[in-house]
Nanobody, 122 residues
């Protein structure tokens, strides 16, 4: 059974940084970070093709968030800089064995972690 685990959430003030870590067991073609704020749908934040150089970012985080991948360990870290209150959400990591599907769409992933809370205060 594939397991996905996130770590690194917390509470910070606007302008500060956090780093989230994700580890997935077993083989995956892509790994992604998603978030869900209260009352909103889950949305893609950033994703990467494992073992490759392709990365994908939502427009709302480009220039502020950066992915760091270790394919040998099936990990994908998300460095979040210059955080804003609107980044407040539960952040989820997910993995997929399929090479099809938009990497930033939740429906493209089969295995999900439990999520980690990120709270940014103004």
């Amino acid at each position: 059974q594939v397991q996905v685990m996130e770590s690194g959430g917390g509470s910070v003030q606007a302008g500060q940084s956090l780093r989230l870590s994700c580890t997935g067991s077993g083989y995956s073609y892509k790994i992604g970070w998603f978030r869900q704020a209260p009352g909103k749908e889950r949305e893609g934040v950033a994703a990467a093709d494992t073992g490759g150089s392709n990365t994908y970012y939502a427009d709302s985080v480009k220039g502020r968030f950066t992915l760091s991948q270790d394919s040998s360990k099936n990990t994908l870290d998300l460095q979040m800089n210059n955080l804003k209150p609107e980044d407040t959400a539960i952040y989820y990591c997910a993995t997929s064995k399929s090479y099809t599907g938009n990497p930033l769409y939740p429906s493209s992933y089969q295995n999900w972690g439990q999520g980690t809370q990120v709270t940014v205060s103004s």
